[in-house]
T-cell receptor, first 111, second 115 residues
Framework: SQKIEQNSEALNIQEGKTATLTCNYTNYSPAYLQWYRQDPGRGPVFLLLIRENEKEKRKERLKVTFDTTLKQSLFHITASQPADSATYLCALDSGYSTLTFGKGTMLLVSP | GAVVSQHPSWVICKSGTSVKIECRSLDFQATTMFWYRQFPKQSLMLMATSNEGSKATYEQGVEKDKFLINHASLTLSTLTVTSAHPEDSSFYIC???????????FGPGTRLLVL
């Protein structure tokens, strides 16, 4: 069956360091993959979309890589700040604009 | 751009009553909207896909007679939880698909508590 795995343990890092979050998937051939940020009690906020034929995408302090051979995406936040503390969700296109979400990884950036 | 609103943001109701939640795309038109529910520390679970002018498509295990979806315009979809019970208490989130960007934009969510 299709599966999306994100590290369930919270990631604790110090301000200024680079945070790296992982998304692994099985039994999928997604056309694209997306990353969202979710704060407690709020809806997800779109961050980045990367297509299957793209290896890497950047937006300000964010960088996403997509390896369709390894079936893995890495999400990096450079020069992390306490305001980056949130849960980050990986989502895969399931076809017909439908997304399937991972459970998310909580990131805690301490000053 | 690509802003989605949801109303109400939270609602408390008695068991057996019906609750309507509205989802609006404010600055774009969305032929497709989605409804999710999320339990604490869990992922978003897709409930149904709502297409403007046609019947919604429900995911397996979601009762269409309990969760009524209406997508009457390109900017508005509604979810009605009929005869709500305490087990329906959850966080309901809608999204609207922005076709040009191939991305779903989410509303802020509605917290439903059924007593």
């Amino acid at each position: 069956s299709q599966k999306i795995e994100q590290n369930s343990e919270a990631l604790n890092i110090q301000e200024g360091k680079t945070a790296t979050l992982t998304c692994n998937y099985t039994n999928y051939s997604p056309a694209y993959l997306q990353w969202y940020r979710q704060d407690p009690g709020r809806g997800p906020v779109f961050l980045l979309l990367i297509r299957e034929n793209e290896k890497e995408k950047r937006k300000e302090r964010l960088k996403v890589t997509f390896d369709t051979t390894l079936k893995q995406s890495l999400f990096h936040i450079t020069a992390s700040q306490p305001a980056d503390s949130a849960t980050y969700l990986c989502a895969l296109d399931s076809g017909y604009s439908t997304l399937t979400f991972g459970k998310g990884t909580m990131l805690l950036v301490s000053p | 751009g690509a802003v989605v609103s949801q109303h109400p943001s939270w609602v408390i109701c008695k068991s057996g009553t019906s609750v309507k939640i509205e989802c609006r795309s404010l600055d774009f038109q969305a032929t497709t909207m989605f409804w999710y529910r999320q339990f604490p520390k869990q992922s978003l679970m897709l409930m149904a896909t709502s297409n403007e002018g046609s019947k919604a498509t429900y995911e397996q295990g979601v009762e269409k007679d309990k969760f009524l979806i209406n997508h009457a315009s390109l900017t508005l979809s509604t979810l009605t939880v009929t005869s709500a019970h305490p087990e329906d208490s959850s966080f309901y989130i809608c999204s609207a698909f922005e076709g040009a960007l191939e991305t779903q934009y989410f509303g802020p969510g509605t917290r439903l508590l059924v007593l």
